[in-house]
């Protein structure tokens, strides 16, 4: 330190001593007399580090602060090495007193006796701007010189520069620090690691500072129920993340050191899979439990059995059992783990185990399941041996099964399906062609890229989904097609390739982009109606509504693309009987949402909407869901709800609408009304409003809760089944209890999406 601080010292005043004479500047004499000041210090300080001084030299060290400019000298101050504080040098003792003595230093801890060692060692990094010049340095440089270079003033250093990298020094591919102290008595020190060695002399530095002053500035304090609580938070986050949050990463050394800088003890990812899960676990059933057993009756609803990838490890393989109670809550019950196809004798079996585990001996308690179409056999069973029992496929999917339906048995997609594949296989293996389009779509879109083509398999057994992305792709892509084919490298393609013309010919007939067209929209309208359903989880009443909807888009996207009707709707009917159930129309015509004023201003229920075979239905089911002492009662009590209908105030409020602030849509404001007047002002209707309470609540999807990619990781033959159950079901209780059916994956999707301009 000496060595580097009268460097500056003698550079300066040589400096000022070449620059000045008898006709020196006020600016030259002042700065020559702060340089003198500072020199003194500098001697100073030099003796007191040798132990021939005061002890607190050994923390406060001179500074010089220049004019921005002149460059000359205007000031000395005094710089804290503990803390980096900056005073005034006009008084160093009283400085010590009231900065380290009296504990104004939030890094100095030895109070009671001086200190002789050496400040801690400073590294000088490659961008910092290098000190003056030592006394000893041979190659001296004048205050002018040094200005003109842009050496930055002392002021402006951020480390106490006491160890110093000397640029002169360079030579031979080794550089030369100066580092001054107990590590070595001489002026220069060949650090041979070169430039990484400043790492480690910084982490030397560091622990020569933890041993003069132990107390570092204390973190954060925070009590034990503080810690506790935080803890218990970060724990709910970790369960409820559904895997998206691995454990391991609770040990990473930057998540620690977050911990650690906010004052939380650092966590380890056994103790979340201990004692901890367990407790959680115990928590969360005993708070469904006492919901369930708080209900008069409930439904199951059932996802996950329709298999895609028959073995494999993606979300299909985990089945998920909720619970629906009348006032709108789902509850999560368990998780079935099965792989490739599953035999409907089983799904019964599972089904019919999880109702007893619920209500034991008092099956009537369960009204009904709702499940994803497996096997239709199982649902009619468990129905025909219970009577009470109302067992629904489920709506979401029942529309996504409609296109590939349409894939199946519309000429136009199989017609669009064989085009596309031909183009899009063509294009992305003729090489010639393939640079072509990519060389358009660079310039039209800033991308290049591959057309999306579904593997043989699933072109040959006109699975959809893939074929819609091909489809999407092309359509996307018809401004580069088109050049393609225009361009000069096409045509002598097209002169010995007979696939080329017929591509050709295709992208230059508008038949194929209108029947292309046609086709893409009529799936994303479905698509979105199903989307639609996912979101909304319609209850059973809203079936007829729904179906009758999709029939009138499809009546118009049919006239606006000049399509024969009649194959669309055999499609769409023969689909809605595999779905339909009696208790579509009975919930229809019970729900007081769906009453009709007449011209009486009665609200009357709306048989007129419904078939002949639906209103025998209706009379079916009602019978079939009572006793059969109520039956010929229940009829009765039809009879009249069909003619008297509900008090026009009562079927007003049950049917009040406010706008949903998200969506902007608007929705029913309560929508356990349609039960609660069944049950409380319909009371002279005991036989059907029996029917009607247990009817009306049931959810016509099997959507809730929503397993993602990353949960699946916890089901393996490494995992702790019993263990792999309690985080699924923590997971699912806490996104049910949030009403939050999305996943995160889709979620990450949109966001990123968003953040790149999509829509």
Same mark, same amino acid.
């Given at each position: ?47 007191? =580090? ?12 001179? =500074? ?6 002149? *460059?000359?000298?205007?000031? +000395? ?43 801690? =060692? ?36 951020? $480390? ?18 100066? $580092? ?81 800088? +906010? ?48 073995? *494999? ?28 196809? $599953? ?9 019919? /185990?999880? #109702? ?117 792709? =092309? ?31 295709? #992208? *230059? ?53 000049? !399509?024969?009707?009649?194959? $669309?709707?055999?499609? #769409? ?15 229809? !015509? ?22 002949? /075979?639906? /209103? ?51 929705? !029913? ?58 985080? #699924? ?31």
């Amino acid at each position: 330190m000496a060595a580097a601080t009268d460097t500056t010292t003698q550079t300066v005043a040589a400096g000022m001593e070449l620059a000045g004479d008898a006709s020196a500047s006020p600016d030259e004499a002042a700065a020559k007399a702060v340089t003198k000041r500072y020199d003194g210090l500098v001697m100073v300080r030099t003796k007191a =580090i040798k132990g021939k001084g005061a002890w607190y030299w050994a923390h406060l060290e001179p =500074i010089l602060v220049n004019n921005t400019d002149t *460059g000359l000298p205007k000031a +000395v101050k005094l710089r804290c090495n503990l803390c980096d504080a900056i005073f005034s040098a006009s008084n160093p003792s009283r400085t010590a007193s009231e900065h380290l003595k009296r504990g104004t230093c939030p890094n100095f801890s030895n109070l009671s006796k001086p200190v002789s060692s050496p400040s801690p =060692i400073s590294t000088s990094l490659p961008n910092s701007a290098p000190p003056p010049p030592s006394h000893h340095n041979p190659r001296k440089r004048s205050s002018s010189s040094a200005a003109a270079s842009g050496s930055a003033p002392a002021s402006s250093y951020s $480390v106490p520069p006491q160890g110093v990298l000397d640029p002169t020094r360079f030579c031979g591919g080794e550089l030369t620090y100066a $580092v001054p102290g107990v590590l070595t008595q001489q002026p220069h020190l060949m650090l041979s690691g070169g430039k990484d060695d400043l790492g480690a002399l910084a982490m030397l530095e560091d622990s020569v500072k933890k041993l003069k002053s132990p107390k570092t500035s204390p973190g954060p304090t925070l009590g034990k129920t503080q810690v506790d609580c935080a803890l218990d938070f970060l724990a709910d986050w970790v369960y409820e993340s559904c895997g998206s949050v691995s454990f391991s990463s609770l040990e990473h050394p930057k998540f620690r050191a977050f911990l650690n800088q +906010v004052g939380l003890p650092a966590v380890s990812g056994r103790e979340f899979t201990g004692s901890r899960l367990d407790a959680k676990f115990e928590e969360a059933k005993a708070e469904s439990e006492a919901r369930i057993r708080d209900a008069m009756f409930f439904q199951i609803a059932s996802d996950g059995w329709k298999i895609k990838n028959a073995g *494999g490890l993606g979300e299909d393989n985990l089945v998920n059992l909720t619970v629906n109670l009348p006032n709108g809550t789902s509850l999560y019950r368990r998780a079935v783990f099965v792989g490739g196809a $599953v035999p409907s004798k089983y799904a019964e079996e599972v089904l019919w /185990e999880t #109702i007893t585990s619920i209500c034991g001996n008092a099956v009537q308690q369960c009204v009904g399941i709702v499940a994803d179409r497996f096997k239709v056999k199982a649902l009619r069973n468990l129905e025909s041996q219970n009577h009470w029992m109302v067992n629904l496929c489920c709506q979401f999917q029942g529309f996504t099964s409609l296109i590939k339906d349409f894939s199946r048995e519309l000429r136009l997609f199989k017609a669009v399906t064989e085009n596309c594949y031909k183009l899009a296989s063509f294009v992305n293996n003729k090489s010639q062609v393939r640079s072509s389009f990519q060389k358009y779509q660079s310039q039209k879109y800033g991308y290049t890229g591959l057309l999306r083509v579904p593997s043989m398999q699933d072109y040959e057994m006109l699975n959809f989904g893939p074929v819609y992305v091909m489809v999407e792709d =092309i359509l996307s892509s018809r401004p580069a097609l088109e050049l393609v084919v225009l361009d000069e490298s096409y045509t002598l393609v097209s002169m010995e390739d007979p696939m080329a013309r017929e591509v050709a010919e295709m #992208i *230059g007939h508008e038949r194929f982009w209108n029947e292309l067209r046609a086709v893409h929209s009529l799936v994303k309208l479905i698509k979105d109606m199903a989307q639609e359903i996912e979101k909304e989880r319609p209850l059973v009443g809203k079936c007829l509504p729904l179906w009758d909807g999709l029939r009138a888009e499809v009546k118009i996207w049919c006239s606006s693309n000049h !399509i024969d009707e009649g194959p $669309v709707e055999k499609v #769409i009917e023969k689909r809605f009987k595999k779905n339909y159930h009696p208790a579509w129309a009975a919930a229809f !015509i019970l729900d007081p949402v769906y009453l009709i004023r007449d011209n009486s201003g009665k609200y009357l229920p709306p048989f007129n909407l419904l078939t002949p /075979e639906q /209103e025998k239905d209706v009379d079916k089911l009602i019978t079939r869901l009572v006793s059969r002492e109520e039956a010929h009662i229940a009829l009765m009590e039809l009879m009249k709800w069909r003619t008297e209908g509900l008090d026009p105030v009562y079927a007003r409020a049950v049917q009040m609408k406010e706008r949903d602030p998200v969506s902007g849509k608007m929705r !029913i404001a309560n929508p356990q009304s349609s039960r609660l007047v069944w049950e409380t002002y319909l009371t002279e209707f005991k036989s059907l409003g029996k029917v009607a309470v247990r009817l009306i609540f049931l959810h016509a999807t099997s959507c809730g809760f929503k397993s993602s990619g990353s949960l699946m990781r916890w089901v393996s033959p490494r995992v702790n089944m019993d263990k792999a159950q309690k985080l #699924i079901f923590i997971a699912a209780h806490s996104k049910l209890e949030r009403r939050d059916f999305s996943c995160d994956e889709d979620k990450d999707a949109e966001l990123l999406a968003l953040e790149n301009g999509f829509d």
